[in-house]
């Protein structure tokens, strides 16, 4: 399972207030990052990092931000979360080998905005 | 876009093979094929890449064509808990980020 755990698994918010999903690894992996996972859509990339204070956007980062202040947990936030950001979110790292890197997916978060 | 092309759906019996093909003929030299798979509600599971060779695992065997515009994914004795939807990917090695999947092929495996 590549030592990812996000939490909470499950959530449900209420429109407007803000959420914070995290993402912790214990395997010292430099990239981590944050997809969500909408029907129709398949998986899409939010933001990811490859160092500590170090991240960049993805495919879909507007409305998320994220943080990274120590190798071992990834932040995503959403700061006003809209029925729209209802989802399942994977966090993933990236694991660097002689043939290539993988990356790895934790299990997911279910996020429910009403 | 993705840049690999699966059927949509596959059937399977208990006990049997699973031959997954999937079609990257725009891959460039770089580029690795990695398969991924999805069981229902669970985060996706990385399976197996390949660049060149055929590769092997305790999961799956890779087969890539000599020139490599298309691969096959090999489960070879597939079980009812392989159902799940199975997704062929390239990418260049040493790439930052994404991995972009595209519709993938829903495996079913029946008793």
């Known amino acids: 399972d590549a030592g990812i755990t996000q939490s909470p698994r499950h959530k449900v918010t209420e429109t407007g207030t803000p959420v914070t999903l995290r993402c912790h690894q214990t395997?010292?992996?430099?990239?981590m990052y944050w997809y969500r996972q909408d029907p129709g859509h398949g998986l899409r990339l939010i933001h990811y990092?490859?160092?500590?204070?170090?991240?960049d956007k993805g495919e879909v980062s507007d409305g998320y931000s994220v943080s990274r202040s120590k190798t071992e947990d990834f932040l995503l936030t959403l700061e006003s979360a809209t029925s729209s950001q209802t989802s399942v979110y994977f966090c993933?790292?990236?694991?660097?080998?002689?043939?290539?890197?993988?990356?790895?997916f934790g299990e997911g978060s279910w996020l429910t905005v009403v | 876009d993705a840049k690999t092309t699966q059927p949509p759906s596959m059937d399977c019996a208990e006990g049997r093979a699973a031959n997954l093909p999937c079609n990257h003929s725009?891959?460039?030299?770089?580029?690795?094929v990695y398969w991924y798979r999805q069981i229902h509600s669970q985060g996706p599971q990385y399976i197996i890449h390949?660049?060149?060779n055929n590769e092997t695992n305790e999961m799956a065997s890779l087969i890539i064509t000599e020139d490599r515009k298309s691969s096959t994914l090999i489960l070879p004795h597939a079980t009812l808990r392989d159902t799940a939807v199975y997704y062929c990917?390239?990418?260049?090695?040493?790439?930052?980020?994404?991995?972009?999947f595209g519709k993938g092929t829903k495996l079913s495996v029946k008793p």
């Open positions: 725009t891959i460039s030299g770089n580029e690795y």
């Open positions: 990917i390239v990418r260049v090695a040493g790439s930052q980020g994404n991995l972009i």
């Open positions: 990092s490859y160092g500590v204070k170090d991240t």
């Open positions: 993933a790292i990236r694991e660097t080998g002689s043939s290539g890197n993988t990356i790895y």
């Open positions: 395997e010292n992996h430099r990239y």
């Open positions: 390949g660049l060149k």
